[in-house]
């Protein structure tokens, strides 16, 4: 893609801007059309080693976890239909 973080400054993270999700919205596709970049999966870019809250802080897992949404399970909800890049 030719890009870098220096190239969009403005749009680092993802929980407050749109960041990444500006092309990792399930809408971008290769030029054949056959491959797309999904929405949701957050292993993509990330390795989960801990999440939640106390002791589960404490298991880690090096080859990492799936990502644990903590409002629950969204399905196919693309993460971009509520962390819209705008001020809370």
């Known amino acids: 893609m030719k890009t870098n973080w220096k190239v969009h400054p403005n749009n680092l993270g993802h929980k407050y801007w749109l960041g990444c999700f500006r092309c990792h919205d399930g809408e971008h596709k290769t030029a054949d059309g ?12 990330h390795v989960i080693l801990a999440q939640g809250r106390g002791e589960q802080l404490q298991k880690l897992t090096p080859q990492g ?8 399970d969204l ?3 693309k993460c971009s239909e509520c962390h819209t890049g705008g001020a809370d």
Do not use: S
């Open 65 to 72: 976890q799936a990502f644990d949404h903590p409002g629950g």
């Open 75 to 77: 399905g196919e909800m």
């Open 34 to 45: 056959k491959q797309g970049i999904k929405a949701n999966d957050c292993t993509a870019c």
